[in-house]
């Protein structure tokens, strides 16, 4: 096989999977063998392709061999006549009929919600999730997440196994259902995005892959709920958030901090359509949503031509607003930085100082490391300079850790 071929059919399957494991647990209602079938035809198209070229519908084509492989198990598996007859019904023509046509996107819809169940430890979601959307392999999760490779198999197996033994439904929840769960799926496919946006541990920064994947992610369930002001409201800010990636990084790989980037190598495009989907999202009645108002403030700095032209006031206003509605220590911590730019960092440092004793901000390392610059603006370089030692000593990224120890040496200089 050549490396284009290749290239091609991971490409393809990066974008039919989802939608075949969907089709498929619709049909057998088990997710576990939905995508183990997957799988197969995928392993048959790797086998096939190479010999017959690629097929003028390859995801047809993945589609239909998934099926019939799912109706060779249920024969030797000995099901009953009845049950043979409708999944040879549904599965024995070369491609995909209008009526499966008509279930694609409610299937991805319905695997989604499934992939990102209450029922789920959050890092099991998470898996789940980029394992059967998202198209990742165990080893491309593991590595992004710097855990062992077997360590993302179990929970990947545990999860599957919890939603058979729980008989997790393959369906979409309506009304007050629905805004429970819709909660759960967009938090996973924040965190996704996150991770990938500011890396937890390791030796990079950033981690764009896991950033393209929850956009992706993001992006797709859009277009499935296009009345929940919420989901427009994540897409607007992942975009926005986005477009700064580029800008965050230096030459080396460093850092490089929101108020010092080059905002000539921002993404415009991403930029307008984060704006227009923020637009969406207010449209709908979700202004005060929580991600929406995120969008809102990423948007802020999008619109800001320059680090001097931000509207940190209006900023600090719309964190006043998220604290209402999603109150937090993290957004305390946020709008406290909002605050020292609008009124000064003295400002900034009485709020700050409310936070120290948050049981949950103890092992948190921005805690100090937004003291520390409180501290270092207000020439309190020996307190700063303890603030930045300790933010080093918590973070597990070592780019984020070559950076504060940067500033101990300046508070040292000054």
Known sequence: MTADLRRSIDAIWKIESAKIIAGLTRMVRDVSLAEDLAHDALVAALEQWPGSGLPDNPGAWLM?????????????SKMTESKRDEIARRGAAPAPGPADEDHIEDDVLRLMFMTCHP??????????????????????????YLVPEPTIAQRIVRAKKTLTDERVPFEAPRGRALAERLSSVLEVIYLVFNEGYAATAGDDWLRPGLCDEALRIGRILAELAPREPEVHGLVALMEIQASRSAARVGPSGEPVLLLDQDRARWDPLLIRR?????RRAESLGGADGPYALQGAIAACHARALAAAATDWPLIASLYERLARVSPSPIVELNRAVAVAMA????????????????PSLKGYHLLPAVRGDFLFKLSRFDEARGEFERAASLTRNARERALLLDRVKRCKVT
């Open 343 to 358: 009124s000064g960092p003295a400002a900034g440092l009485d709020l700050v100082d409310a936070l120290v004793s948050e």
């Open 119 to 144: 029922s789920l430890a959050t890092e099991a979601r998470v898996a789940l999730t980029l394992r059967l959307l998202g198209g990742l392999t165990t080893d491309e999760i593991a590595r992004a």
């Open 64 to 76: 239909t061999a998934a099926k019939r492989r799912a109706i060779d198990q249920r024969r030797h």
């Open 274 to 278: 984060g704006l227009d989907a923020l």
